[in-house]
């Protein structure tokens, strides 16, 4: 195996080994995941909150509150945990790792986007069974979701590089949640004008829409703009990685890495 | 920590996809936080050693072997919290040398621990350097450095303002003026008091006098005090806390 997918599993491990030594902790993480997939299924769509503006049927929205929160978790993944390592001093010490700190946190950010999402597969799974209601999951919704999460990751790497040189950013991550909304809910395909591409360029807005084409209109997928979501997907990933690489730098050599 | 000059992480050997400088160093730093503590030791180890790109076999086994060394074995399924600070810090340099580097850093390495600890940690040093690796061990607690560490060197403002092997160096401060201190087994009477006040001796009771100077004058104030019966005379050893203060002011 090549040392980087030893590295993912090894993530993967620690994640798995943090996420259950404390049990309550872990089992009410999973009532709560459970309780709302639960009100999504008896018809209150309200819980949803900003998901719902993926349409009024079940699967559009469970899988638009599944997106929802997947999107902010990963969103506010690597900037938490860079924030906790360094206060709780670990974070030089995995930084002297022949890995780069880059693939580092991508390895990691996978490993706890996996068991996140097993979480809340296997959650979906046994209400379905409960509950013997079915969900359809059109395949033509993979490749607009690969973009989003793309640009969700581009997004994270940015919030970490903040993370890394200011420290304590709380406050920005709250912010960063109404641009999320505006990226994920605003409607830019349905723009006027010039203002429609400018829309489109934003980050993760692309595939957005074309979840909305697919779930909501019930339209096929636009082979334009599915590579216009792709390449905006492409383009935010390789950003925010950019830019992570450079804040790791300048961390360096300030000698800001470990403080908090 | 602060990295001066290149950043190893940017030092590429051809056809090396990682960076050889790394490969060689392992480094416990200041504070306990050098490990997950909602893990054992053991997946610690098994951790760290797949980031220090060993294969996760590899990694276990050299996690074992270093527990074994290092006294922990009964302990390696156990929440790194609730260990002790001692048995922590012990993890932590085990973590350090899981991929077998040429040199360790060790910052404030017994910072915090109990003196039972200290002991221990310590002999682990020594262990650690007897078999064949050197350390860089940075300290404020100089009694640490001068027990581990030789040479010595000391740094002012990141500075080095001195350096030397540790022995070389005490005696170097030692040397030109020695300190010696002098018991006797009668009390000193009034004409030797002024005798030696004038010899600039420190009176230190009626029994005990400390004297600073060359060894030639020595002899001048053993003449004063002839033919008085000794109990000791003793050469007082400067230790590196001296050192580093008349370095300093």
Same mark, same amino acid.
């Given at each position: 195996m090549m040392p980087v997918m030893h590295l993912f599993w090894a993530e993967l491990k620690r994640a798995w080994i943090q996420y259950i030594r404390y049990p309550a902790e872990a089992l009410g993480g999973i009532l709560i995941t459970t309780f709302f997939f639960y009100a999504l299924?008896?018809?209150a769509q309200y819980v949803a909150g900003p998901a719902s503006q993926f349409g009024e049927r079940l699967d559009a929205v469970v899988i638009g509150y599944v997106l929802w929160t997947l999107v902010i978790f990963v969103v506010n993944d690597i900037a938490l945990n860079l924030q906790v390592e360094a206060q709780t001093g670990t974070l030089e010490q995995v930084l002297l790792s022949p890995f780069s700190a880059a693939t580092l946190f991508l390895a990691r950010a996978c490993a706890s986007l996996v068991l996140r999402l097993s979480i809340v597969v296997v959650i979906l799974g046994v209400i379905l069974l409960l509950t013997g209601s079915r969900l359809r999951f059109p395949p033509a919704l993979v490749l607009p979701l690969v973009s989003v999460v793309l640009g969700a990751y581009g997004f994270s790497f940015l919030l970490g590089s903040a993370a890394l040189i200011w420290k304590r950013i709380q406050q920005l991550l709250i912010i960063s949640q109404f641009g999320l909304l505006f990226l994920l809910a605003a409607p830019t395909e349905e723009w006027p004008g010039s203002l429609r591409w400018l829309g489109q360029s934003l980050s993760m807005t692309a595939g957005a829409g074309l979840l909305r084409d697919v779930m909501v209109r019930e339209a096929g997928l636009d082979p334009v703009r599915l590579l216009i979501a792709l390449t905006s997907g492409v383009f935010y990933f390789g950003l925010g990685l950019l830019t992570f690489r450079r804040a790791v730098r300048a961390a360096k050599d300030r000698g800001i890495l470990g403080s908090q | 920590m602060r990295v001066l000059g290149r950043d190893p992480h940017t030092v590429r050997a051809a056809g090396v996809a990682f960076p050889g400088?790394?490969?060689?160093?392992?480094?416990?730093?200041?504070?306990?936080?050098?490990?997950?503590?909602?893990?054992?030791?053991?997946?610690?180890?098994?951790?760290?050693?797949?980031?220090?790109?060993?294969?996760?076999?590899?990694?276990?086994?050299?996690?074992?072997?270093?527990?074994? &060394?290092? +006294? *922990?074995?009964?302990?390696?399924?156990? #929440? /790194?919290?609730?260990?002790?600070?001692?048995m922590q810090q012990k993890v932590a340099i085990a973590v350090a040398l899981l991929h077998q580097p040429a040199l360790l850093l060790?910052?404030?390495? &017994?910072? +915090? *621990?109990?003196?039972?600890?200290?002991? #221990? /940690?310590?002999s682990l040093i020594r262990q650690i350097v007897a078999s064949g690796r050197a350390i860089l061990l940075t300290t404020h607690q100089l009694d640490i450095a001068e027990a581990l560490s030789d040479p010595v060197a000391v740094i002012r403002q990141g500075v080095i303002i001195a350096q030397a092997p540790t022995g070389e160096l005490i005696r170097h401060f030692a040397g030109a003026v020695g300190t010696y201190r002098i018991e006797l087994e009668q009390g000193l009477d009034p004409w030797r008091f002024e005798q030696l006040a004038r010899q600039g001796v420190e009176i230190l009771g009626s029994h005990q006098v400390r004297f600073s100077g060359p060894p030639e004058t020595l002899y001048q104030v053993l003449e004063i005090l002839k033919p008085l019966p000794l109990l000791s005379l003793k050469r007082e050893e400067a230790d590196l806390t001296h050192i580093f203060l008349k370095l300093l002011y």
């Open positions: 299924f008896a018809g | 400088a790394l490969a060689q160093v392992g480094a416990v730093l200041e504070g306990n936080r050098n490990l997950y503590w909602r893990m054992t030791p053991l997946q610690n180890l098994e951790y760290f050693g797949v980031l220090r790109g060993l294969s996760p076999r590899t990694a276990r086994q050299r996690g074992l072997e270093l527990l074994e &060394t290092f +006294g *922990l074995r009964e302990k390696r399924d156990v #929440a /790194v919290q609730t260990l002790s600070r001692g060790l910052d404030e390495p &017994t910072l +915090g *621990l109990d003196v039972e600890s200290a002991q #221990a /940690v310590k």
